[in-house]
């Protein structure tokens, strides 16, 4: 079972998320699991053989960020940041349709202002559902304190838990016995 997390973050929050998520993954899928984390800007199109792809991304003026908002992002960091040409909305622009029976999930950080609306994880997740994945879990966000960080208490433990932890699509039921199993012995008494 092979899981990628594709992430994009500017500050590291979103990055370290992802780390817990790809942990928690990790931990959820045993051996035989392996599970990888890629930069957005590094992920191309990596999607063969992939069971499970989750993806997690700033949320920059209530949505996915653009090139734009990922300039003002470079702005604040300073020291001469220069704005990644590729984000997730870009990313997932060029994604192809889903392969057969790969599942999806998506996650996005997001200052902790509780009436501050808009998600990048919902759009992502919009874009997943329209590429034709199957969603394993509701868009999630991860809390940070401040546009720079720090990630708020509890949220990589929060991201270690909400991992969609079983990409292998659930066994089918036992088949029920067959009918004429099931049926009493003819006893023949309504014979004529
Ligand atoms: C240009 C810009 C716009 C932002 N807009 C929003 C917003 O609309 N809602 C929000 O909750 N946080 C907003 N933020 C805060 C980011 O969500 C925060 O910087 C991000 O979660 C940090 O993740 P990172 O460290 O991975 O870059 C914005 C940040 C920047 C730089």
Redesign the pocket.
Known sequence: MRALVVV????????RIAEEVARGLAHGLGESGQVRVADVGDAGDPLGGVDLLVVG???????M?RMS??R??AE?AGGGAQPAETGLREWLATLAEAPMDVRAAAF????D?PR?P?SAAAGAARRLRRLGYDLVARPETFR?SG???PLCEGELGRARAWAPASPAPPPPPPAPPERAERRRPDRGSNDP
């Open positions: 994009e973050s500017v500050f590291g929050n979103t990055r991304g700033p949320t920059h003026a209530f949505a960020t908002t990922r003002n992002a604040q996005d950080t997001r200052v202002r501050l808009g940070v546009t720079q960080g």
